[in-house]
């Protein structure tokens, strides 16, 4: 038996107002919408992982998705001129990342990071 795939599951009133962010932002792609739920993705090879945290590192709090990203500084200029607000960094972190925090649509914490 071998795990074949780890969705995060984000609640929120309305699924379609993820594509701002996912999509626009991130560049994800619409894989599946049926109203009630709206799935983001990439035809790019993932690693699986799940990260248990009991704080963000650094002193950030902690985040409830990380992202990783080829070009951070595009996503950045993205979030900028979208004005979505910057929580955390941008900051070279000391175990090899850059990254940034921002909220999605629904609230939530994300990390979005590089490794250098």
């Known amino acids: 038996m071998r795990v074949k795939r780890i969705v995060a599951n984000v609640v929120g009133p309305t699924p379609a107002s993820a594509a701002r962010f996912y999509k626009e932002i991130l560049g994800l792609d619409v894989l599946m919408d049926m109203g009630w739920i709206a799935t983001y993705g990439s035809d790019e090879e993932m690693t699986i992982q799940i990260s248990f945290i009991s704080e963000g ?32 960094g941008p900051c070279d972190e000391p175990w090899g990342v850059r990254r940034f925090f921002v909220r999605d649509p629904f609230g939530k914490l994300v990390n979005i990071l590089a490794h250098g």
């Open 57 to 88: 590192g650094s002193g950030a709090p902690a985040p409830d998705l990380s992202i990783e990203v080829d070009d951070l500084d595009a996503v950045l200029r993205r979030v900028k001129k979208a004005r979505i607000p910057v929580e955390y």
